[in-house]
């Protein structure tokens, strides 16, 4: 059974910084894509960021390219997403999610999801 479980979030001033993390387990993850996604009040669940496992290699939503990070760590079995230059518009509850395969942008591809870690940023 593939458990993730969020970390990190947190109050934070416009322009700062967080670090979140998503501690999985249940199975190796080789093979796997993680995402984290955010959903604001009132909106939809949103893609912010994917890595996969295997090669490393990631994508982003246009809103957060080039502020935010993500990583993983293989010997932890966690996944990180570095938030910098935080805005209020980046205020939402932050998901980490897993799926078998490549990266993708969309929730209905993802089969786990942890139970999300509130993010809020004052102006």
């Known amino acids: 059974q593939v458990q993730l479980v969020e970390s990190g979030g947190g109050l934070v001033q416009a322009g700062g910084s967080l670090r979140l993390s998503c501690a999985a387990s249940g199975r190796t993850f080789y093979g796997y894509a993680m995402a984290w996604f955010r959903q604001a009040p009132g909106k939809e669940r949103e893609f912010v960021a994917a890595i996969n496992w295997n090669t490393g290699t990631t994508s982003y939503s246009d809103s957060v390219k080039g502020r935010f990070t993500i990583s993983r760590d293989s010997a932890k079995n966690t996944v990180y997403l570095q938030m910098n230059s935080l805005k209020p518009e980046d205020t939402a509850v932050y998901y980490c999610?897993?799926?078998?395969?490549?990266?993708?942008?969309?929730?209905?591809?993802?089969?786990?999801w942890g139970q999300g870690t509130q993010v809020t940023v004052s102006s």
């Open positions: 999610a897993a799926r078998r395969g490549g990266t993708a942008p969309n929730t209905g591809a993802y089969n786990y």
